[in-house]
């Protein structure tokens, strides 16, 4: 089994800075793809960054130029590094990864429980 656990969410003014942290634990042979999603209250959830195996990223046009997404492979963990926050970055970001957990199987997607990041005005 596969556990993804966020952590780094909290309350934080406008213009302030929070990063997020995604780690991965359980029988991981590989991990493919990582990704930040975010939903807020009334709206669909929408992706913010990815990163792949190789580094390579993609951000929405809304976070470009103040978020931050790179990871760790020694350790299994995403990051996000949010900087410049806004009220509308209020949300619920949650953590995506692609798991191969064995050279002879197929890999899964997992998702993390998610965590609160809330911007005052």
């Known amino acids: 089994q596969v556990q993804l656990v966020e952590s780094g969410g909290g309350l934080v003014q406008a213009g302030g800075s929070l990063r997020l942290s995604c780690a991965a634990s359980g029988v991981i042979f590989s991990i493919n793809a990582m990704g930040w999603y975010r939903q807020a209250p009334g709206h669909a959830r929408e992706l913010v960054a990815t990163i792949t195996s190789a580094g390579s990223t993609n951000y929405a046009d809304s976070v470009k130029g103040r978020f931050t997404i790179f990871r760790d492979n020694a350790k299994n963990t995403v990051y996000l590094q949010m900087n410049s926050l806004k009220p509308e970055d209020t949300a619920v970001y949650s953590c995506?990864?692609?798991?191969?957990?064995?050279?002879?199987?197929?890999?899964?997607?997992?998702w993390g429980q998610g965590t609160q990041v809330t911007v005052s005005s």
């Open positions: 995506n990864a692609h798991v191969i957990t064995t050279r002879w199987r197929n890999g899964d997607y997992y």
